[in-house]
T-cell receptor, first 112, second 113 residues
Framework: DVKVTQSSRYLVKRTGEKVFLECVQD?????MFWYRQDPGLGLRLIYF???????EKGDIPEGYSVSREKKERFSLILESASTNQTSMYLC???????????FGDGTRLSIL | GENVEQHPSTLSVQEGDSAVIKCTYS??????FPWYKQELGKGPQLIID?????GEKKDQRIAVTLNKTAKHFSLHITETQPEDSAVYFC????????????FGSGTRLQVQP
């Protein structure tokens, strides 16, 4: 079974803090994704990566950055957290661009 | 870019009835349409997908239909059971190349026992 693990289920941070969300997959997948999930808006793509050290912007990259130093790990970084970044964050991976995506169970992030 | 609209946002059915969720997409180049089920406290899980060279696909009680001309696709669940209660998302993308998925806004399905 594909396993996508997100390091925290719940996280509470303060405005202005630098926040790191970590995601690890154990299936040697090439592609990794970060989504944000908000009620009524579905899942919106923040960033994705098709290879180590490679990243591409999704639909809502503002206020976020990412890092992929190793194939199995994809980090989402909030450089200076703001209250409008309070949300559920979902990580996903896929073997190749033409393969289904597998999701982690999410990190619910609250910015106070 | 691609835009996916999903209806209804909530759906309540009696156990044993059928449920239908509909999505429309805007980019005629999209050719891959997966459906995901998200249970409470879990990440979305792929339940069925269809590519544009196929008009219909079935897997036990679940089926998906695709109308490329009208640019819409639908999820059909027959003989619904309480464990089908969840949020369902449709999505669309181009199967080849590096395009990521664009998701609909989700449908909360409640199956009443």
């Amino acid at each position: 079974d594909v396993k996508v693990t997100q390091s925290s289920r719940y996280l509470v941070k303060r405005t202005g803090e630098k926040v790191f969300l970590e995601c690890v997959q154990d299936m040697d997948h090439e592609n990794m994704f970060w989504y944000r999930q908000d009620p009524g808006l579905g899942l919106r793509l923040i960033y994705f990566s098709y290879d180590v050290k490679m990243k591409e912007k999704g639909d809502i990259p503002e206020g976020y950055s990412v890092s992929r130093e190793k194939k199995e790990r994809f980090s989402l970084i909030l450089e200076s957290a703001s209250t409008n970044q309070t949300s559920m964050y979902l990580c996903a991976s896929s073997r190749q661009s033409n393969q289904p995506q597998h999701f982690g169970d999410g990190t619910r992030l609250s910015i106070l | 870019g691609e835009n996916v609209e999903q209806h209804p946002s909530t759906l309540s059915v009696q156990e044993g009835d059928s449920a239908v969720i509909k999505c429309t997409y805007s980019d005629s180049a999209s050719n891959y349409f997966p459906w995901y089920k998200q249970e409470l406290g879990k990440g979305p899980q792929l339940i069925i997908d269809i590519r544009s060279n196929v008009g219909e696909k079935k897997d036990q009680r679940i089926a998906v239909t695709l109308n490329k001309t009208a640019k819409h696709f639908s999820l059909h669940i027959t003989e619904t059971q309480p464990e089908d209660s969840a949020v369902y998302f449709c999505a669309a993308s181009i199967w080849t190349g590096r395009r990521a998925l664009t998701f609909g806004s989700g449908t909360r399905l409640q199956v009443q026992p």
